[in-house]
C-alpha cells in the first residue's frame, strides 16, 4: 500500500487532492496540517473522507513548516486523534505527551535529514516501545549500504516498520519496503512537490514501479550508475515486466565508483538478478565480473550484468544492438559486409562510441574517430588500430557511414547537430544514438538528404531488448518498449 503525502495551503485544494487520489485508486492519504496556512480546520479536511487518513503536523526540525507553539501542535494532534482520524504520526519526543484514544492508529516515527543511524534496529525497538501500533524511521541515505540496513530492519523486527532511506541514493528502500514487509511506503501526489527529499510521486510508484504488485517473490534488477535518477531503463523494463507478466521490478541504485566493490557483495543480499551498467561503471566493473562475453573482452566495457550464482557475468549489449541497426540497414549477410573497405566516422570517444568502433572494425570499414578531445579519440583508435581525426576535421573524412555517439543534439540542447548539413550525402549512412529526440537536427538534415537514417530510438530499444532477454529468457516485447520510451521522453502521452 501507498501512503500519499497532501501539502497544500488552502484547504480546499487539500481536499480536492484527496479526492482526486482516492478516485486514482489511493488507499491511504498523509495529510500534512504544518502546509495549511492559519488556522487548522480539521472537521471541514475529514468531512466524508473518500479514503483512510494520516494526520501528521511537522515542526521545521523534523523537515516541517509548523509556525505555531509547540503546546498548540500537541492540542491539534490530540484533536485528529478525538475526531476519530485513522492514523496520527508522532514525533519520538512527544509520544508520550498524547495518549491513546479510541480506534486511532499511533505510527511513532524517527526523520534523521543527515545520517542513517548506526543501530537502526535499536532505534526501531526503543519507538516501539512508546506505544507504537507502527514504526516509522525515516533516515537520510549516505550510502547504497543503508537501503540494505533500513530493508533488513524492516524484515527483521517482530512489530510493523515504515522505513524509507531519503534522497537519491535511497530510492530502492521506498520501491523494495514492500518486498521486505512493510505496511505502506509514502510518495507524494505530484513529481514536482516533493515534500522529503528522493521522494517519489504516486503515479511513478504506481506506473513505473508497479509497487502495489510488489511481493515477498519479486525479483529485483536494477540500473547502477552515478547520477541515474533520470534514467529510462527502469520505465522501459518495468513496463516490459508488465507486458509478460512477470513478477519482476527494476530499481535504479545511485552508486558512487568508490562503493562499487561494496555494493556488488549488496547485490547478494538484496538478491538482485541482473544490473543495467551506466557511467562511471561500465569499465570499473569489468575486473569484478568472473565471465564476460567476447566483445567485452574486447572492448573493455559491460553494460548489463546477470548474477548466476557465484558467477557475474557481462555483457556489451550496445555492441550488439548498434550492430544490428546498420546490418539491417545496409543489408549485411552472414558472408559479406558491406561495410569492407568503407569510410565510416564515427563521433565521440565515450562508451557507446567504444562498441561502434569495435563492431564496425570488425566489419572491416575503415573507421576514423573524432572527438572534441583529441587525446580520447587517439586513445580511442589505437585501440582498435585505426585512425582519429581532430574534431574541426572531421567533415573532410568523406565518409561513407557517420556514427553520432556524442551527446550533442539531445535534449534540452536540440539546435545542435554533431555533423554539419552540408557534408551529408544522398545515400549516406547516418546513425544517431540520441534517443532524446528521435529527431534529432542531424537525423531531420539525413531525411531531407536522402540518407539512410538510424535513429537512437531504434538502438535504444534493441540494447534494451537484449538486456530483457539475459534477464528473463525470453524475447522482449519491443512494441511496448518503444511506446514506454516515447512515453518517458514526451514523444507520445502514457499508453497504460
Keep these: 500500500m501507498i501512503c500519499v503525502s ?18 486514482q485508486g489511493a488507499q491511504l492519504v498523509e495529510l500534512r496540517l504544518d502546509y495549511i496556512n492559519g488556522t487548522v480546520n480539521l472537521k471541514r479536511l475529514l468531512a466524508d473522507k473518500p479514503c483512510p487518513v494520516v494526520i501528521s503536523c511537522r515542526r521545521e526540525q523534523d523537515g516541517g513548516r509548523w509556525a505555531g507553539t509547540e503546546d498548540e501542535r500537541i492540542m491539534l494532534l490530540r484533536s485528529a486523534i478525538v475526531s476519530g482520524v485513522d492514523y496520527v504520526d508522532l514525533e519520538e519526543d512527544v509520544a508520550s505527551q498524547i495518549p491513546r ?15 542513517t543511524p548506526d ?27 543503508d537501503n540494505v540496513r533500513m530493508l533488513e530492519t524492516i524484515r527483521d523486527t517482530e512489530f510493523p516498520v515504515v522505513g ?52 515477498t517473490e519479486t525479483e529485483v534488477y536494477g540500473v547502477m550508475g552515478d547520477p541515474v535518477g533520470q534514467n529510462v531503463s527502469p520505465r522501459i523494463q518495468n513496463g516490459s515486466f508488465d507486458e509478460a507478466g512477470l513478477n519482476k521490478v527494476d530499481v535504479p541504485f545511485r552508486v558512487p565508483l568508490e562503493e562499487l566493490d561494496a555494493f556488488l557483495v549488496d547485490c547478494q543480499r538484496l538478491g538482485i538478478r541482473g544490473l543495467t551498467v551506466l557511467a562511471p561503471h ?38 550488439r544492438a548498434a550492430m544490428d541497426c546498420i546490418d539491417t540497414l545496409v543489408g549485411a549477410r552472414p558472408d559479406t559486409s558491406p561495410l569492407e573497405g568503407r569510410k565510416a566516422l564515427v563521433l565521440g570517444a565515450g562508451t557507446v562510441a567504444k562498441s561502434v568502433a569495435f563492431g564496425l572494425a570488425r566489419r572491416k570499414a575503415e573507421v576514423i574517430i573524432a572527438n572534441r578531445t583529441f587525446e580520447r579519440a587517439e586513445k580511442l583508435a589505437q585501440q582498435f588500430r585505426c585512425q582519429a581525426v581532430k574534431w574541426e576535421d572531421r567533415h573532410s573524412a568523406m565518409p561513407y557511414a557517420v556514427v553520432n ?17 552540408n557534408y551529408l550525402r544522398p545515400k549516406m549512412v547516418v546513425f544517431d544514438t540520441v534517443f532524446n529526440p528521435e529527431q534529432t537536427l542531424l537525423v531531420k538534415a ?21 538486456q530483457f532477454q539475459h534477464f528473463t529468457g525470453q524475447a ?21
Design 282 to 319: 561500465t569499465s570499473a566493473i569489468v575486473p569484478k565480473l568472473t565471465k564476460v562475453d567476447g566483445a567485452v573482452r574486447a572492448i573493455g566495457v559491460a553494460n548489463a550484468v546477470i548474477f548466476d550464482g557465484d558467477d557475474i557475468i557481462g555483457y556489451n549489449t550496445d555492441y
Design 164 to 215: 524509507m532511506c531519503m534522497g537519491e541514493i535511497g530510492t530502492p528502500s521506498r520501491i523494495l519496503a514492500a518486498r521486505y514487509g512493510a505496511p505502506f511506503t509514502y510518495a507524494t501526489f505530484h513529481h514536482e512537490r516533493t515534500l522529503a527529499p528522493g521522494q517519489l510521486s504516486y503515479r511513478q510508484m504506481t506506473d513505473i514501479y508497479r509497487y502495489d504488485s510488489i511481493d
Design 405 to 421: 555517439a556524442t551527446p550533442i543534439g539531445m535534449h534540452p540542447n536540440v539546435d545542435e547537430t554533431p555533423f554539419e548539413k
Design 446 to 466: 539525413a531525411r531531407e538528404r536522402g540518407c539512410r537514417v538510424v535513429t537512437g530510438v531504434e538502438m535504444f530499444v534493441r540494447q534494451a531488448g537484449i
Design 101 to 115: 484514544y479510541g480506534d486511532t492508529k499511533r505510527i511513532v516515527g524517527l526523520h534523521d535529514f543527515h545520517q
Design 6 to 23: 497532501i501539502g497544500r495551503g488552502r484547504h480546499k485544494h487539500m481536499i480536492a487532492e484527496h479526492r482526486h487520489l482516492a478516485d
Design 476 to 496: 522482449a516485447p519491443a512494441q511496448r518498449m518503444r511506446q514506454e520510451l516515447k512515453a518517458a521522453t514526451g514523444a507520445v502521452k502514457p499508453g497504460r
Design 119 to 145: 543501530d537502526l534496529p535499536a532505534v526501531a525497538q526503543r519507538l516501539a516501545a512508546l506505544d507504537a501500533d507502527i514504526v516509522k524511521l525515516a533516515t537520510m541515505a549516505n550510502s547504497p549500504h
